[in-house]
């Protein structure tokens, strides 16, 4: 069986020192110097605990073999040693001061609070990220959400899976490299954790309180992890994609999505068709609503309500985009308006009322929206 | 024996003891976030005496200012200044906007948090709109200050602080009478 | 030995058997049959909770959502973990420990019989209450057994009100049943059973009893907390109104990590009773033990902070958290080389308590070894909230905690019982489950290394083979354990009679009364020899 080989070959390298497992089989040396200085504890940790395992073990097997009744041993009668119970209890002693030094030394380098050379803020959302991009003139930030782009379809087995299954967004961050990025991490409901392993970082996100961890990356690549603290239903497919490219590269990417997002905040002022409507609405909501309402409007109920044929979805319009826009609190319906545009929210609601039998007859425009937010 | 018989009250009496310092841990921890900033807690109102503090003008510490709605919140909230560069000693003013997007009358509360944590003990607030709730009818606007300063004995090394505001809607809390209506 | 029930002749009018039909159990106030209701009961939540682990290993099988949504699966985990720890492994510890105590230290009964009576009788509706909210619109506790605010309060789903009933109800059961034992060993010892005297499964039990009483009551302070969070609109966890969610981390590991020990220094006792018996050896380092499993004990109460590295703390705060920790390997160490000293020129023997017990110091010193690496911090960021840490408890908490008291059902049944279970039978068992055991949790450890996080219903593809490994290995331990219930059945119903002193190697006050003990024991104290003390 080729599992059991990897596995065997895994570990009897392990056992000869060399320091080289199979990838999916140990933590990766991941590509800042604080992941390689994790690595080279965790090998070093590891082996000594090997070490240990191989000695009392052996001594134990030893016994075992040979001091049985079976075998016509005899029991002696001794029940102690203070020799022996010294020395066992100072040696690991030792062993554990010759382990937490590089710990330690490890730690002070991750807590190094000095300058940086680009802020992101990263706040998790049920179950997405944010990443802002802080420049000191504010004008210059930028703001999107990154959310999984693996399909329902791949989950439910209906189709199959591609390469980075759950290890995949619409639109990863992007940060360069050869540059200090502070990470300023936060929530906006319940705790997340942000993580990327190949960059040695990990940190809650909790909302109302800002963690820093920063990262200085080396080699270009494309860097994953995954949410790491229970979040509620979807904490496992809200993954983290970064892009590491270097410094010029990140400097087109960056003006591109900053002119893209003029652009889109620009939706919010045209008229669209009914069609047109229709079709940003069915991708905003693959995007953000499809995980909770279903992609056939259903939901989950209780907990997630269907759309198809709910009073709201078929009812009061400015109801049904009040509750787009401003979510409903305690749940995990979130507030909208702050996450999308008028034309999106437009859309979205647009397609709500026209999809799975659902027949309002009515049009909504990007204006709907912004007269009902700035009627008040 | 008459030991056997106090054994269980005296045990009854720890488990009660124990169920209290359950409760005391909550005053003890804000204690401690107080006093190392732990969480990134910002202390409470600083009165800046100008006898007393020194501008550093040898170094230049950036202040950058984050601004966020905590889930279910639709208002507009930012930071004018985005981030700011200040001597440490030296007193500053940040200005924040903003408007209450909804229909409704909302209560509001601004919860700061400092990263590092490290440098919360020497970020100072004489003025800020989060000792306050703010109460903001439908549609209305606010241009709220927040004046500061870092003291000049933040460790030389540590040149780049974050403070982050983020606004949560405590009208339900507010309503309830659990928390006074500051505002 | 004479393998003859004798009828106890010594008191006279006193002397009563147990009452007929159910109010024997409904009402007894005796220590045995208190005893074994708690075992009973502990039985039957460790099959619910196996239950749900399999829904969980089932889905898990394959990559993608086959047999339940990912609200479910949440479900699955939280209810997993909560009747595991409070409804399988406590329970079995206390009945363990009402069957034994009294009998070990040569006292008649424990001290509180009425209050002993209502702790176990709690403890049915406690779980009711519980597994009732999976039927519930809505659903039950979803939020992870270690049900963080605000998942746990804001975001909750209303059927949160009847889980802090159920986790109050499971305190209240807790502290009374440490009363009892504290008052039971301290007062109620058969004269010249000093402290340094008794065998080390009681001693394991008094310090785990004070622990119980120092920590449940701050478990009830959290919970309560957030039902005042939930229904009262307090702000104890809300940030919004002055609150901080990290607060109630704080608190609840507090609890927590003591809690851990809870679960294990009583199976330390019970490998300490058996390993000797076996060795036909007396323990190595008895003064040491105890004094290891105290220090334990200490430093279970200032490591707490340890399983929040990620939460961000100040640099001194994760030092000093590190390096407590990390002490704590010290007495463990202590112990397990005692273990294996005691093994040492013996003249062993391996029944299935004696195999059990084995695999026990084994497989606990490889979770001990997975602790110890999750105490590095740098590293931690690494396996944090992985299946690294998945693998680590488990290793800790199923072939230590659990192989400790299948140990202690296999060396004590014939007492209970009066019959030997079949060692053909017990060994069978014993080889199922540990395969059954290594072949579930040591692949986590891999999966865990490569990022796999904990919690999640679904997974990607890279760690296919190790899942399924995993998952192949979980029905392999859950049914072996169904097959467990087959031969205490059988031992139970048409075992061979057991002699008294049961084990040629045993010592200690239990195996000097008939094989079934007595419903009424040492009526009279007895005489404490020199070789029935300690070991």
């Keep these: 069986m080729n599992l059991l080989m990897r596995v065997l070959v895994g570990v009897s390298i392990a056992g000869c020192a060399s320091g080289v497992w199979a990838d999916d089989l140990n933590l990766t040396p991941g590509a800042t110097a604080i992941s390689h200085d994790q690595y080279g504890l965790h090998m070093l940790v590891l082996y000594i605990c090997i070490a240990i395992g191989i000695v009392v073990f052996s001594v134990m097997g030893y016994s075992m073999y040979t001091h049985r009744k079976s075998q016509g041993a005899v029991a002696a009668h001794f029940h102690d040693n203070t020799r022996l119970e010294i020395l066992w209890t100072i040696i690991p002693a030792l062993i554990l001061v010759g382990m937490a030094y590089p710990a330690t030394v490890t730690l002070i380098k991750m807590y190094d609070t000095g300058g940086e050379d680009l802020i992101v803020e990263v706040r998790g959302y049920q179950w997405k990220w944010q990443y802002k991009y802080l420049d000191e003139d504010h004008k210059n930030a930028l703001s999107f959400f990154s959310n999984l782009s693996t399909s329902q379809d791949e989950i439910h087995n209906r189709a199959p899976k591609g390469e980075f299954y759950l290890l995949e967004v619409d639109k990863p961050l992007v940060i360069p490299t050869k540059k200090k990025v502070r990470f300023l991490i936060t929530g906006n409901d319940v705790i997340h954790a942000f993580s990327v392993p190949d960059f040695g970082i990990k940190r809650d996100a909790i909302p109302g309180i800002l963690n820093d961890v920063w990262a200085y990356v080396d080699e270009p690549g494309v860097y994953r992890g995954q949410c790491s603290e229970l979040c509620g239903k979807d904490h496992g497919f809200m993954p983290i994609v970064v892009n590491a490219v270097p410094e010029d590269e990140y400097n087109t990417w960056y003006a591109k999505e900053q002119a893209a997002y003029a652009e889109r905040e620009k939706m919010a002022s045209q008229t669209f068709t009914a069609e047109q409507l229709m079709t940003l609405g069915e991708q905003v909501y693959t995007t953000n609503c499809v995980a909770c309402h279903q992609a056939n409007g259903q939901g989950v109920p209780p907990v997630f309500p269907a759309l198809a044929g709910s009073k709201i979805a078929t009812g009061d319009r400015a109801e049904h985009i009040h509750r787009v826009y401003s979510g409903v609190a305690g749940t995990a319906m979130q507030a909208f308006g702050t996450q999308l545009n008028a034309a999106e929210i437009a859309a979205v609601v647009h397609y709500e009322r026209h999809s799975w039998g659902n027949n309002a007859n009515d049009v909504t425009q990007p204006i709907d929206v912004l007269n009902l937010v700035s009627a008040q | ?183 | 030995m004479s393998a003859v029930i004798e009828h106890h002749d010594d008191h006279g009018d006193h002397d009563h058997g147990p009452a007929k039909g159910i109010t024997r159990w409904l009402f007894t106030t005796n220590h045995k049959d208190i005893g074994t209701l708690y075992l009973w009961f502990s039985f039957t939540m460790f099959l619910i909770g196996g239950c749900l682990a399999l829904v969980i290993r089932a889905e898990l099988f394959q990559p993608g959502l086959q047999f339940v949504d990912p609200a479910f699966f949440n479900q699955m985990t939280t209810n997993h973990g909560l009747i595991m720890v409070f409804g399988a492994i406590m329970p079995a510890m206390v009945g363990l420990a009402n069957w034994l105590i009294p009998m070990m230290i040569g006292a008649p009964d424990m001290a509180l019989p009425r209050l002993n009576n209502l702790s176990f009788w709690i403890l049915p509706f406690a779980f009711g209450l519980l597994i009732s909210t999976l039927f519930m619109e809505g659903g039950g506790p979803n939020f992870g057994w270690t049900f963080y605010a605000p998942l746990s309060t804001t975001y909750a789903p209303s059927t949160v009100t009847f889980f802090i009933f159920g986790v109050h109800m499971m305190g209240a059961s807790s502290i009374m049943g440490s009363i009892n034992i504290i008052a039971t060993i301290l007062n109620m010892r058969a004269p010249g059973m000093t402290l340094m005297k008794m065998p080390l499964f009681v001693w394991t039990w008094l310090i785990t009893a004070y622990l119980l009483l120092a920590v449940m009551p701050v478990l009830a302070g959290v919970v309560t907390m957030m039902l005042f969070d939930v229904h009262f609109h307090t702000s104890f966890f809300n940030a919004a109104g002055g609150g901080d969610p990290v607060m109630f981390q704080h608190i609840f590991w507090f609890f927590g990590h003591p809690e851990v020990y809870i679960m294990i220094l009583p199976a330390f006792g019970v490998v300490s009773q058996i390993i000797p018996t076996f060795a036909r050896k007396p323990l190595f380092g008895y003064d040491s033990m105890v004094y290891a499993v105290a220090s334990i004990a200490f430093l279970s109460f200032i490591v707490w902070a340890h399983h929040m590295f990620t939460v961000g703390m100040p640099l001194a705060g994760q030092l000093f958290f590190m390096y407590a920790t990390m002490l704590i390997a010290v007495p463990t160490g202590v112990k397990v080389f005692n273990w294996v000293a005691t093994m040492w020129r013996g003249s062993m023997t391996f029944e299935t308590p004696m195999l059990f017990s084995i695999a026990f110091v084994i497989l606990f010193t490889i979770g001990g070894f997975s602790g110890l690496m999750l105490a590095m911090t740098p590293v931690d960021f690494r396996y944090q909230d992985t299946y690294f840490v998945v693998a680590h408890f488990h290793y800790v908490l199923v072939p230590g905690s659990l192989f400790g008291i299948i140990a202690a059902v296999y060396y004590w049944l014939p007492k209970w019982c009066g019959r030997m279970y079949d060692e053909s039978l017990g060994k069978l068992h014993f080889w199922l489950s540990f395969i059954g055991v290594n072949v579930t949790f040591f692949p986590q450890h891999f999966s865990g290394l490569a990022g796999m996080p904990r919690r999640v219903p679904d997974y990607a593809l890279q760690f296919a083979d190790f899942n399924m490994l995993s998952s192949i290995g979980a029905f392999i331990f859950g049914f072996s354990q169904v097959f467990f219930l087959f031969v205490v059945i059988k031992t139970i119903r048409s075992g061979k009679p057991a002699t008294a002193r049961v084990w040629d190697g045993a010592h200690g006050l239990e195996w000097t009364v008939p094989s079934p003990a007595p419903y009424h024991t040492f009526t009279h104290p007895p005489v404490v020899t020199e070789a029935e003390a300690h070991s």
């Design chain 2, 1 to 183: 024996m008459t030991t056997g018989r106090s054994t269980p009250w005296k045990l009854l009496a720890l488990v009660v003891g124990m169920f209290g310092f359950g409760f005391a841990l909550v005053p003890m921890y804000d204690m401690l976030c107080e006093v190392t900033g732990l969480g990134g807690r910002t202390g409470d109102l600083y009165v800046y005496d100008p006898a007393k503090v020194s501008p550093d003008e040898s170094r230049l510490v950036k202040v950058t200012f984050l601004t966020n709605v905590n889930d279910g919140m639709t208002w507009e909230f930012r930071s004018e200044q985005g981030s700011v560069r200040v001597h440490p000693g030296e007193l500053s003013e940040a200005k924040f906007f903003v408007r209450n997007t909804t229909d409704r009358v909302m209560v509001a509360q601004a919860v700061p948090s400092l990263a590092p944590g490290s440098a919360a003990e020497y970020f100072h607030k004489t003025e800020c709109f989060c000792f306050t709730r703010q109460v903001l009818e439908p549609g209305q606007s606010l241009e709220m200050p927040m004046r500061f300063f870092v003291s000049p004995d933040l460790p030389r090394g540590q040149d780049s602080i974050s403070l982050s505001y983020t606004l949560f809607d405590v009208t339900q809390l507010a309503a309830d009478g659990q928390i006074a209506t500051g505002a």
